[in-house]
């Protein structure tokens, strides 16, 4: 019989799994408890030739296992062996985004947020299951020591069921910190809808599964103030919004800032992009940009767009004669080539 870990091990990570083995013969009992006398339930194989805990270990705490089994010669056989597992330096938690039982749009990419910075990123991706189905090519992006995303290749199938399995409790994650608590999510991928917004026709083209749905009229970013071009995917939707140019630096009572409220207002960026309703501007939406870098429209439309949809939506952003849109701006993951995406940047 062998146990892993093996004898008086220690620094064992609690997350680490904990088997014994039988060779040549089956195992008849086992046992392991910790430093208190509390037992640790385990499975044991159908065949009898393997046992494993079957629950989180505790963090500084010594462990003792004593087995029992039977050679195919009829031979008894016994086992006892003791380790102890690390002290964590640093337990990270996890945020994630979207969360359990939510609807996203096809450009949805899983968001996870550890509250420190991971030495040992391999690690943390060996820890994150992602199953989906129908399959898709997917891989990690590291945008710094404490965020990294999940994406497909292309843009979900509408209809994708998404489960994720977080389990990085106990896990060593480099430099003495262990994850501290397992997540869990199972996600839907509602309906294609994509938006073209055309910064010199003026227009947005919303799609639903493919199909033109609707042609709106809009007004992109004046000059001085253009919309940045890219891939935005939809952050999170809002009524009776407050547009406060402070948000992004600019005092709300200088000349070129203002606070305004606004029927209905959608997020494409952290740095204060939104499509949203604009009554003030309808008489321009369709003919010119006049906006301060977000994409106005009627609030009859916006809140048509609005009610459609759901964050994770794609809009794509063209011919405004603004700079690129940043990677890291909101959820900015489509405009990193796939072929450098899969480098991971760790």
Known sequence: MTMTPGDKAVDVAPG??????????????????????????????????????????????????????????????TLTSSFTTATARFKADLSMNPLDGQTVGVGQPLAFYFDVDIADKAAVERAIQISTTPAVQGAFYWFDDSEVHWRPKEYWPAGTKITIRATIYGKHFGDGVFGNNDRVANITVGRAITAIVDGASHQMEVAIDGKVARNIPISTGKPGHETPVGTYVVMSEHTDYTMDSSTYGVPADSPLGYRTEVDVASRMSNSGIFYHSAPWSVGDQGHRNVSHGCINMSTENAAWLQEISQKGDIIVVRNTGGPTLEPWDGLGDWQIPWTEWQKGNR
Do not use: C, H, M
């Open 16 to 77: 680490a799994p904990i088997t014994i083995a039988a060779v040549g013969g089956k195992l008849t009992q086992v046992v392991l408890k910790n430093d208190a006398g509390e037992p640790v339930k385990g499975r044991l194989s159908p065949d009898a030739t393997s046992w494993i805990a079957a629950e989180p270990l505790g963090f500084g705490r010594t462990y003792t296992a004593t087995a029992a089994g039977q050679g195919t010669d009829g031979k008894p056989a």
